[in-house]
């Protein structure tokens, strides 16, 4: 499961607000369903996600973030695997407690100047504040899972990435964003993410991974209460 390490836009968020999400992963051959939560608060924002499949809960995430939607603080746990992380930055490190997969972590990594945006491991939350950001290639940290590790990664816009992306029999007019590590890592994976225009919501992802030959989509689904009508 490729995860969204969990979404809003910054430009939505002139008042406070709260809004739900829901999302629809497939990975080999596995599905999964993600609910999204997003709160406005003093700080910035908070985002709770949960993650299921076939009934189960799976993982929760929580999430902190300033009001640039870059993330301060991130809790998250996935049962199935055995992991409960607590990360939280200061100044230029992140400081990472709990378990991975059973093992015990305790980790100061040192990071740069740079944003922290966490976008695994389910839904990539934060990106969306970097849409309406004039430069067209921005470096982020997100923490990666095996092992715990801190990953600059470079967020690219270009005028290409402009399309409409068909989700739910609907054209939702996209902006896209290529996602990869920086450095030679870059050439094993890349993500190419997609945000609706009208508000910068994250709709839509189909990322491979080239060296274990799979793919992963995640995409928006409708309101419950619209779906099937």
């Known amino acids: 499961m490729i995860k ?20 629809k992963e497939i ?16 700080m910035g924002f908070t985002i709770n996600a949960e993650s299921e499949s076939e009934g189960k809960n799976i993982s929760y995430t929580k999430l902190q973030t300033d009001k640039n939607m ?17 990360a939280k930055r200061s100044e ?23 944003p922290w945006y966490q976008i695994f491991p389910d839904i990539p939350h934060g990106l969306q504040s970097l849409i309406n950001i004039k430069d067209t290639k921005i470096k982020f940290w997100y923490l990666g899972m ?20 068909i989700l739910n029999n609907k054209k939702i007019p996209s902006i896209g964003m290529n996602i990869s590590p920086d450095g030679i890592v870059g050439i094993l994976w890349s993500e ?3 945000f609706r225009k009208s508000d910068n919501i994250f709709v839509f992802v189909e990322g491979a991974i ?16 619209i779906i099937g009508k």
Request: hydrophobic share 35%.
């Open 4 to 23: 969204f390490s969990y979404f809003l836009i910054l430009m939505l968020c002139m008042c406070c607000f709260s809004n739900v999400l829901h999302y």
């Open 27 to 42: 990975t080999k051959e596995t599905t999964f369903f993600h609910k999204v939560v997003i709160h406005e608060n003093s």
């Open 70 to 86: 870059a993330s301060i603080y991130w809790n998250y746990t996935n049962i199935d695997y055995e992991i409960h992380l607590d």
């Open 92 to 114: 230029n490190i992140i400081i990472v407690t709990g378990n991975n997969s059973g093992k015990s972590i305790n980790k100061k990594i040192k990071i740069d100047c740079h």
């Open 146 to 165: 095996k092992p715990v590790m801190g990953i600059l990664a470079n967020a690219k816009k270009n005028e290409k990435y402009f399309k409409e992306i």
């Open 192 to 194: 190419q993410y997609w």
């Open 210 to 225: 080239k060296s274990k030959k799979y793919k992963t989509v995640i995409e928006l689904l409708p309101p419950p209460s």
